[in-house]
C-alpha cells in the first residue's frame, strides 16, 4: 500500500462483485425496451409541443410588438418648444443630454412656444448620447413644456458607439416629430 490509496487489487482479485447482478438474456431485453420507452416518451413530449403549442417568438421584421403604452424608448425633443431651461439635464442621473443656449437679443422677436411659455433663450446645442442614457424618464417629468417626450420608436441600433449620439437641432431629426411621437 502507498500512502493514501487503498490497495483494491486482493478485493478485485477475489471475485466479489458487490452492486452487481448478473446481467441475463431476460433482463438485457429489459434493459433495452427501458431505454426504448423512455426516448419514445421524450420524443412524444417535444412532438406536443412542435405540433400543439404556439410559437413564442414572432417574425421580427414582418411583425413588430406591439408596445405598452407606458413604454419609455427613444428620447424626442421638440426643440421649437424648448425653452432652453436646462432642467432635463440637471435631472439626468448619467449626464447624458448636452445643452448650449445663450440669451436672445432684446431687440429680436418674441417667440413662444406652443402652450404660450416665452422662450428667453436661443438654443444652440441639444444632444442626447443614447449609448449612456439609461432610459429613467426623469428628464420628460421635469420638462415644463413637456417637449421632451419619450416615443414609441424602439428600433435605433447603430454599429458605433459614436453614432448614438443625436443632435436635435438637426433637420433629419426634427422630422422624426411626425413618424415617432406618441
Known sequence: MSGMTPDISDFANKGNSIGHEELTFGKWLGNIWTAFSTCFKGLMIT???????????????????????????????????????LQCAASCPVDCIYITATRRDKEAPKLKTDDGTPIKLDLKQYTIDTALCCY????????????????????????????????????DIRAWKHRVVK
Open 136 to 171: 429613467c424618464g426623469l428628464c420628460t417629468t421635469v420638462c415644463p413644456t413637456e417637449c421632451l417626450t419619450h416615443t414609441v420608436d424602439y428600433e435605433f441600433s447603430q454599429y458605433t458607439v459614436s453614432e448614438m449620439k443625436y443632435d436635435y437641432l438637426d433637420e
Open 47 to 85: 412532438g406536443k409541443y412542435i405540433v400543439a403549442v404556439k410559437p413564442v417568438t414572432i417574425e421580427y421584421p414582418e411583425v413588430r410588438e406591439e408596445l405598452p403604452s407606458n413604454s419609455r424608448s427613444r428620447l424626442f425633443n421638440d426643440v421649437d418648444n424648448c425653452i432652453s431651461c
